[in-house]
Nanobody, 125 residues
Framework: QVQLVESGGGAVQAGGSLRLSCAAS????????RAWFRQAPGKEREGGAA????????YYADSVTGRFTISQGTAKNTLYLQMNSLKPEDTAMYYC??????????????????WGQGTQVTVSS
């Protein structure tokens, strides 16, 4: 089992920055990839950014490319999402996810089998 706990969300004005953190505990050694997804009210959960274990592969959704950066901590059990140049349309609940399934489908929300509870990000204009 794996437990994921997000932190770092909050309210910010457009153009501002936030850094999200996700602490993982439990059986993380079998992880093949980790990601940040987001879900706005009334919308489906959508991909934001993902990274393979070891960091050799990354994925960014078109909507966040060039503004968001995903990274792993030196302890490898912490995942970060640096969000710059935030826009009101970035407002959503942000979820940390982890997969220990076969294959490496970083952009596929259904590939991930562990999820955190989410942290709210609100961007005002």
């Amino acid at each position: 089992q794996v437990q994921l706990v997000e932190s770092g969300g909050g309210a910010v004005q457009a153009g501002g920055s936030l850094r999200l953190s996700c602490a993982a505990s439990g059986d993380t050694d079998s992880s093949d990839g980790r990601a940040w997804f987001r879900q706005a009210p009334g919308k489906e959960r959508e991909g934001g950014a993902a990274i393979s274990t070891g960091g050799k592969r990354t994925y960014y959704a078109d909507s966040v490319t060039g503004r968001f950066t995903i990274s792993q901590g030196t302890a490898k059990n912490t995942l970060y999402l640096q969000m710059n140049s935030l826009k009101p349309e970035d407002t959503a609940m942000y979820y940390c996810a982890l997969s220990n399934r076969v294959g490496c489908q970083l952009s596929n929300v259904n590939w991930y089998n562990y999820w955190g509870q989410g942290t709210q990000v609100t961007v005002s204009s």
